[in-house]
C-alpha cells in the first residue's frame, strides 16, 4: 500500500501522535466552486479543523499517487487545474496507473479514507438518487459507498437537485444510518429543513462518537451520514431554490447534460440563477461542517 498512498508531513506527524484526523474531498476544489473561492474555502475549512482541535487531510489523486493532505502549493494547482479529473471508484485505479490529476468525490474520498484508516470525513453534501432515476438509472455512487464503507460523513444532507425522498428509500434499503445534528428532519443542502424525518437525532459530538464505534465494533460494516443543517443566517428559503432547480433541471435536459456532468452543471446553473447567493450558502455549510466534523472526530479519537 505504500507506493500508492503518500501522506502529508502534518497528517503523517498527526497519526505518529494519535491525533484525530479529517478527511476532506478534492472535487469541491475542482469542480464545486469557481476560482478563487474554491482555493480560499478549503483553505479556511481545513484551518476551522485545526482550531478545533482536529487535523485536515484533503484527498485527491496526482503523480500516481494518492495523496492524503495536499500542501499549499498542491491546492492552488487543483484549483485552477482544468484538465483535473472527477474521480468516483471507478476511476481511481485508473488514474492512480496513467498519474493523472484526480479529485476525489464523496466516494472516492471514502475510499481513500479508509485505506488511511480517517473514519471522519467531512464534505458539502453527498450524492443521491437523481430526479427522473426510474427511467434514467442515474444513482450516485456515493449511495453504495455509504452502504460498505467504514467512514462517517458529516454533510448538509443531500443536495437538493436530488430526489431526496428516494435517496433515503436507498440509504434505508442499505442500513446507512443517517443522523441529524441538532434536527429532526433531513437538510436540503440550501435549506435547513425538508419534507422528511429522521428516526435519529443527535445533539452532540460524544453520541455520534459512541455510535459509530459501537455500530464499527459489532462488525457492522458501512459508513453513516450525519445530516448537519446549513447555519440559519445563509440558509435559502424553500420556495425560492425549489423554483431556481426547477429552472436549471429544465435546462439541464434541454441541453442533454448527463452522467456526472450533471451535478457541476446543476450547481453551476443554481449559482447563476441565485445571483451567487447559493454559492456564498455552499460556502457557509461546509465550514459549518467542518466545525462538526472536527468535534465528532475528537471525541472518536478520544474512545
Request: proline share 4%; glycine share 8%; net charge negative.
Amino acid at each position: 500500500m505504500k507506493q500508492y498512498l503518500s501522506f502529508s508531513e502534518e497528517v503523517k506527524a498527526a497519526k505518529l501522535a494519535g491525533k484525530p484526523v479529517v478527511a476532506l474531498e478534492s472535487t469541491i476544489i475542482s469542480h464545486g466552486m469557481p476560482y478563487p473561492q474554491n482555493v480560499q474555502t478549503a483553505r479556511e475549512v481545513e484551518e476551522i479543523i485545526r482550531e478545533n482541535g482536529a487535523v485536515p487531510a484533503t484527498i485527491a489523486i496526482m503523480d500516481g499517487q494518492i495523496k492524503i493532505g495536499l500542501s499549499d502549493e498542491e491546492l492552488e494547482l487543483f484549483g485552477k487545474a482544468s484538465d483535473v479529473a472527477k474521480v468516483s471508484r471507478r476511476d481511481i485505479g485508473y488514474l492512480v496507473a496513467t498519474k493523472k490529476l484526480g479529485a476525489t468525490t464523496v466516494a472516492a474520498t471514502m475510499i481513500c479514507a479508509e485505506l488511511a484508516e480517517i473514519s471522519i470525513f467531512v464534505t458539502g453534501g453527498i450524492g443521491g438518487v437523481h430526479r427522473g432515476a426510474e427511467t434514467t438509472m442515474d444513482i450516485s455512487a456515493d449511495l453504495e459507498e455509504l452502504a460498505k464503507t467504514n467512514v462517517a460523513v458529516i454533510c448538509a444532507g443531500a443536495k437538493s437537485i436530488l430526489d431526496l425522498g428516494l435517496t433515503m428509500e436507498y440509504l434505508e434499503t442499505k442500513g446507512v444510518p443517517v443522523m441529524g445534528y441538532a434536527t429532526d428532519v433531513l437538510p436540503a443542502f440550501y435549506t435547513r429543513e425538508s419534507d422528511f424525518a429522521l428516526s435519529t437525532r443527535v445533539d452532540d459530538p460524544q453520541v455520534v462518537a459512541a455510535s459509530l464505534k459501537a455500530k464499527w465494533d459489532l462488525k457492522i460494516d458501512g459508513g453513516a451520514v450525519i445530516a448537519n443543517p446549513i447555519p440559519e443566517s445563509h440558509a435559502m428559503p424553500a420556495a425560492d431554490i425549489t423554483a431556481v432547480i426547477e429552472q436549471a433541471l429544465k435546462e439541464a435536459e434541454e441541453n442533454h447534460i448527463q452522467g456526472k456532468d450533471v451535478t457541476p452543471f446543476l450547481l453551476a446553473k443554481v449559482k447563476d440563477l441565485t445571483e451567487g447567493k447559493s454559492l456564498e450558502a455552499n460556502i457557509a455549510l461546509v465550514k459549518h461542517n467542518a466545525l462538526i466534523g472536527a468535534q465528532i472526530a475528537v471525541a472518536y479519537n478520544e474512545l
